[in-house]
Nanobody, 117 residues
């Protein structure tokens, strides 16, 4: 089963930026799927951050609007999440997934984002 792989997390001070990247293990599914970024903190449900369609149309959760930008490079089989003006409450494990992966419960390892105050 194809699994998505997240990278780019790290420790950053409040107000800083990070760019997360998402790719798939076989290089075959990203370009034809809507890809969604989610995040999860301990004890809370996973929440949607942003998603992007194969044609590049993007939608964002309210907390992400104006600070986060989702983009894709189909030639490189990559989806990115540029996160600016980070806040401590953005601290979470970030995941990317397709609708099918979410439905079947197939998740990658995620990438940890920690924002210090």
């Amino acid at each position: 089963q194809v699994q998505l792989v997240e990278s780019g997390g790290g420790l950053v001070q409040a107000g800083g930026s990070l760019r997360l990247a998402c790719t798939d293990s076989r290089g075959i599914i990203l370009s034809v799927n809507t890809i969604t970024w989610y995040r999860q903190t301990p004890g809370k449900q996973r929440e949607l951050v942003a998603h992007i369609t194969p044609s590049g149309r993007a939608n964002y959760a309210d907390f992400a609007k104006g600070r986060f930008t989702i983009s894709r490079d189909n030639a490189k089989n990559m989806v990115y999440l540029q996160m600016d003006s980070l806040k401590p409450e953005d601290t979470a494990v970030y995941y990317c997934n397709t609708d099918f992966g979410k439905t079947t419960g197939s998740w990658g390892q995620g990438t940890q984002v920690t924002v210090s105050s």
